[in-house]
C-alpha cells in the first residue's frame, strides 16, 4: 500500500492549520497519500515546527533570498523535485505564482480557498460576504491555473452565514469547514477521481 502512496508537498506561509489537517487525515492506512515534504517562503512560519513535530520534512525557500521570481520557483521546483512530490498543496502560501511554474503543475496543484468559487475571488472573503449580504458562504478546493482562484473545482462545503455574524466568527466556521474538505479533495485527486484541473 505505501508504495502506491501519492507524495504530496504543502507549500505554507503562516500556521498551516489546513496543513495539520492534510497531515492529520494522511496518518490513516487507507489514506492514499503521504504528507513528504512542507515548503515555507517564511523561516519564522509556525507551520514549519507543527511539521517537523510529526517527523515530516521541512525546507525553507525563502523569497526574499532570490533576486527574481523565476529564481524562487525554479528553487522552489527543484526541491518538489528532488523530494519526488506528485501532488502539490498549496495552504496558506501567500505568493502568487507564476504561469509557467503552475503550468508545470497542471493538474497536480491544488489550492483551498475560502468562498464559494467563483464567488469573492481574491482576499478578505469573509469581510465582503458580510458586506454584500449574502446568506450562504463557503469553500472550495480547487486545481490552480494560471488565473487566481480559477481552477476547476474539486470540493466546495457552504456555509451558512448567520445572523449577527462577526467577520471572526464566520472565518471560524469556514476554517472548520476547509479542513474537512481539503483532506477529502486531496483523496479525489491522489485516487485519479477528480479530472486532471
Given at each position: 500500500m505505501s508504495e502506491a502512496r501519492k507524495r504530496v508537498g504543502v507549500l505554507i506561509s503562516g500556521r498551516g492549520s489546513n496543513m495539520a489537517a492534510l497531515i492529520e487525515a494522511a496518518r490513516a492506512a487507507?489514506?492514499?497519500?503521504?504528507i513528504a515534504l512542507v515548503i515555507s517562503n517564511r523561516p519564522d512560519a509556525a507551520g514549519l515546527e507543527t511539521a517537523a513535530k510529526q517527523g515530516i520534512a521541512t525546507r525553507v525557500v525563502d523569497h526574499k533570498q532570490f533576486e527574481s521570481r523565476?529564481?524562487?520557483e525554479a528553487e522552489l521546483y527543484e526541491v518538489l523535485a528532488r523530494a519526488r512530490i506528485d501532488i502539490v498543496c498549496l495552504a496558506?502560501?501567500?505568493r502568487v505564482l507564476t504561469p509557467s511554474f503552475v503550468e508545470r503543475w497542471r493538474g497536480r496543484m491544488l489550492n483551498i480557498h475560502p468562498s464559494l468559487l467563483p464567488a469573492l475571488k481574491g482576499l478578505n472573503t469573509h469581510a465582503r460576504a458580510l458586506a454584500t449580504g449574502v446568506k450562504m458562504h463557503?469553500?472550495?478546493v480547487h486545481f490552480v491555473v494560471p488565473e487566481l482562484d480559477s481552477g476547476p473545482i474539486i470540493l466546495q462545503e457552504p456555509v451558512p452565514v448567520l445572523e449577527g455574524d462577526?467577520?471572526?466568527k464566520l472565518a471560524a466556521r469556514v476554517l472548520a469547514a476547509e479542513h474537512r474538505i481539503y483532506p477529502a479533495?486531496?483523496?479525489l485527486v491522489a485516487e485519479g477521481k477528480?479530472?486532471?484541473g
Open positions: 487507507d489514506y492514499p497519500a503521504e523565476n529564481d524562487f496558506g502560501f501567500m463557503g469553500c472550495t462577526s467577520e471572526e479533495a486531496l483523496r477528480a479530472g486532471r
